[in-house]
């Protein structure tokens, strides 16, 4: 599985340069001139490059015609379409003015799709829609997932929570893929409440089974390990921290600021990497 490791810009050498798959938020793109010259590096340097459409920073997408525009202008491999919220029906519709957009302009920028629902069978019922699209080469599985079900809503820890509900999401989808003879596509999970949750997909891979994940994007090493907190074997020792990620944020301009040096902060930040790539298999040389 491919990794891509969110930070601030001006930590972009530090750490997303760990790995050779990344997402990027392109609402960043005007705010932070340094960090699409950096994925423009990236994607020079034969990076796999994924323009997400910002919903999760926004709580909307970006309209469909600045998606395309800058994906297509910057060459970045793969483009998140538009999509609404936690709206299977929502979705549909934003997605499919997007690929008649997309068409009608001549655009070549692979597409991928998020598969939103407010019901787990909502949500794979579209996946199952999404694998017949052929302009849609992958489909992303959501991070909010606390809405699926009540299985699991007698666990106190609302991050293991999080992470039993999307266990069982891809775990339902297998079982329908396998029953119905299907194989699903290359699958990206958005975001991560604990990277314990990708161990339990390592036999998910392209050779094995009808559900292949392909990806994660994640700032869970970043953000922990800013306040020194490290992973185990057995994932976060706490709580997921709730703060969303700041990219103007410069740990060494908080150097004898706060309770660490930027030295201490980093050595934790990759441990925290090292620790993600062992629970995701993250292999640099294995393509997409």
């Known amino acids: 599985m491919k990794i891509g490791i969110i930070c601030p810009t001006a930590h972009l050498e530090d750490f997303a340069s760990q790995s050779n798959f990344h997402l990027i938020l392109p609402h ?6 340094r960090y699409l010259e950096y994925y423009k590096y990236r994607v020079k340097n034969g990076d796999f490059v994924v323009q997400d459409n910002s919903i999760f920073e ?17 060459e970045f491999s793969e483009v998140v379409a538009p999509e609404v919220l936690r709206s299977g029906e929502g979705s549909r519709k934003v997605l499919e003015d997007f690929l008649q957009f997309r068409s009608k302009n001549g655009a070549h920028v692979p597409v991928m799709a ?9 949500i794979i019922s ?15 599985l959501p991070f909010d997932t606390e809405h699926l079900s009540d299985e699991y809503d007698s666990v106190r820890s609302l991050t293991l929570r999080r992470v039993l509900k999307r266990w069982n999401l891809v775990t339902t989808l297998q079982k329908r893929a396998i029953l119905m003879k299907v194989r699903i596509k290359p699958i990206h999970l958005m975001g991560l409440s604990d990277g314990i949750e ?8 392209y050779d094995k089974g009808n559900v292949y994940i392909r990806s994660n994007d994640s700032s869970s090493c970043f953000m922990h390990g800013s306040y020194l907190i490290r992973y185990s074997e057995r994932g ?24 660490a040096s930027f030295h201490d902060m980093k050595n934790c930040i990759d441990h925290n990497i090292n620790m993600l790539k062992s629970f995701a298999n993250y292999d640099s040389n294995s393509k997409i």
Not at 61 to 68: A, K, M
Not at 114 to 122: I, L, P, R
Not at 127 to 139: A, D, G, K, P
Not at 198 to 205: F, M, S
Request: hydrophobic residues 35%; negative net charge.
């Open 236 to 259: 976060l020792p706490c709580e997921k921290i709730k703060e969303k990620l700041s990219f103007s944020l410069n740990l060494r301009e908080w150097n004898g600021v706060r309770f």
């Open 28 to 33: 960043l793109f005007k705010k932070h001139p």
């Open 198 to 205: 990708l161990q339990y997909y390592k036999n998910y891979t």
């Open 58 to 74: 926004l709580e909307e997408s970006l309209p469909g015609v600045v998606l395309l525009e800058t994906a297509e202008l910057y």
């Open 114 to 122: 998020v598969a939103q629902g407010s019901t787990m069978d909502e």
């Open 126 to 140: 579209y996946v199952f829609y999404l694998n017949e699209i052929s302009e849609v080469s992958t489909i992303g």
